[in-house]
């Protein structure tokens, strides 16, 4: 099924941006497990829309509402289900979709494969609305990866040319990125803001990328070859709408090396063989190495913009004048951090489970 993942863990989600409600189900968790709701909830607001001026105006508390699976404040075994109801909708403004597709979106695809059967109305099920359940399911693998001591972060490396200090790849500190704006330096935070916000006076849109760092991994997990941590992570990773590319390591500046100048070489530290450093960027063979693992992801910018474009109506077979309507994001990457550290919390916690 194309909206289920997992091997040991199986999620699904359902729902499209404009229907009742939005939801998940995640199968495959051990009873007992602690479930911490108001972090899960803290989690959750990070991704919510209409908080700030970089984000769509659209306004949706996304508090979910499960409705089995966890019975006094743990897992109980049964399936996890949860759904967030859609109150803040307004599908008139996407009464034209099927006939002049919106540049950069899936309208084209979809009417194509579904015939005209498809849900336009906010993206439907294609739209980015759909990555709050997929937080749901993340908030709460991150909460069991941290009784274990694995930690997992993300910021905005680049928006619009600005670029964020990067995470050290032997050490990154996780901490560092700030609760305000999802950056470690506070002057890059304050230049990406000005972009974005001139982005949006202009009529237009900007990308970013965001870099996601996991620590206390222990070395081991993953599988060759098609169960791998790069394979498993990227997964997920692209099924969040908006992604278009990722890189793990040192990424396609491998391209541009010798292996001398990116093979980490080893030594023996605390009596324990260990990279001296981590260009691998903690996986090599698709099986963890017990470094840091991290990973960058490249966000297209919003193609919902003000700015008129060029369509064509499938009815008409001519070219028409377009101006997208409704509310979007002029950046998406500042409210994607958190869903890149739920796709990872979830690939590894399916990974986790595997191990044995």
């Known amino acids: 099924m194309s909206s289920t993942y997992g091997e040991r863990l199986k999620l699904s989600i359902f729902g499209q941006s404009h229907g009742a409600a939005i939801g998940m189900t995640l199968d495959g968790i051990p009873a007992g497990l602690p479930v911490d709701l108001k972090k899960l909830q803290e989690f959750l607001n990070r991704r919510a829309p209409g908080q700030n001026d970089y984000s769509t105006p659209r306004k949706e508390a996304d508090q979910p509402e499960f409705l089995s699976g966890i019975v ?3 897992t109980c075994g ?62 709460l693998c991150k909460q069991w990866l941290e009784k274990e001591g694995i930690l997992i972060g993300a910021h905005l490396v680049c928006v619009g040319g600005v670029t964020d200090d990067p995470f050290d790849p032997m050490n990154p ?26 982005a949006k006076a202009d009529g237009d849109s900007v990308g970013g990328i965001i870099e996601c760092a996991v620590t ?10 098609f169960f791998g941590m790069e394979s498993r992570i990227a997964q997920l990773v692209y099924g969040i709408p908006a992604v278009k590319a990722v890189e793990f390591g040192a990424g396609y500046a491998v391209g541009y090396m010798r292996g001398s100048e990116h093979n980490d070489a080893y030594t023996v530290q605390d009596g324990t063989v260990k990279p001296l450093t981590n260009r691998a960027g903690g996986i090599l063979g698709g099986i963890t190495t017990g470094m840091p693992l991290y990973f960058q992801v ?18 008409k077979l001519e070219a028409v004048d377009l101006q997208v309507k409704g509310r ?15 796709a990872a919390a979830i690939a590894i916690f399916d990974a986790y489970l595997s191990r044995y």
């Open 72 to 74: 006094d404040g743990y």
């Open 78 to 139: 049964a399936p996890i289900a949860a759904i967030i109801k859609n109150k803040n909708t307004r599908s008139g403004d996407y009464s034209n979709s099927k006939d002049c597709p919106r540049p950069g979106h899936a309208d084209y695809t979809a009417q194509i494969k579904y015939g005209g059967y498809q849900d336009t109305a906010g993206g439907g099920h294609f739209s980015g609305r759909l990555t709050a359940p997929l937080c749901i399911a993340g908030g």
């Open 173 to 198: 500190q996780l901490d560092q990125v700030r609760s305000d704006f999802p950056v470690i330096s506070e002057a890059a935070g304050a230049r990406m803001r000005e972009i974005i916000s001139n």
């Open 216 to 225: 206390g991994l222990p070395a081991g997990l993953g599988d060759p070859m």
């Open 298 to 315: 490249a966000i297209k910018p919003t193609p919902s913009i003000a700015k008129i474009q060029q369509s064509a109506s499938f009815s």
């Open 328 to 342: 979007h994001d002029p950046c998406i990457a500042p409210r994607a951090v958190p869903v890149i550290e739920a």
